[in-house]
């Protein structure tokens, strides 16, 4: 059996905050032990977090105003590092976590 055919490619995800939703696909198979130590490492490396949640990430719905427009914002280190608030950021790590090992919803 592949990995792939027990986790799917890509998994769909709705995440809720109080003014709306987030649609976010991600790689379930790309959720490894390795890539969980990265995101509960007791020095929280920000870098290597958003490491992470970029390998996760295939594509998501959320946007920024830019010149009064709303603009997605990109799958890129930068903008995910200096442009989403981190409970936005820690919301979606905890969401993917509760996808993968329901129950769990304590780790991040």
Do not use: C, H
Request: glycine share 4%; hydrophobic share 40%; net charge negative.
């Amino acid at each position: 059996m592949l990995i792939s055919d027990a986790l799917g490619e890509e998994n769909p995800l709705v995440v809720t905050f109080p003014g709306g939703v987030l649609n976010i696909v991600y790689r379930p198979a790309e959720y490894t032990v390795a890539e969980l130590q990265d995101l509960t490492k007791a020095d929280r490396d920000p870098k290597r977090i958003v490491d992470s949640m970029l390998r996760l990430l295939v594509s998501w719905d959320l946007q920024m105003l830019v010149n009064n427009e709303p603009t997605l914002v990109p799958l890129e280190f930068e903008p995910m590092r200096t442009q989403v608030p981190t409970n936005i950021f820690m919301k979606i790590l905890r969401a993917v976590n509760e996808d993968q090992n329901p129950g769990e919803s304590d780790r991040p």
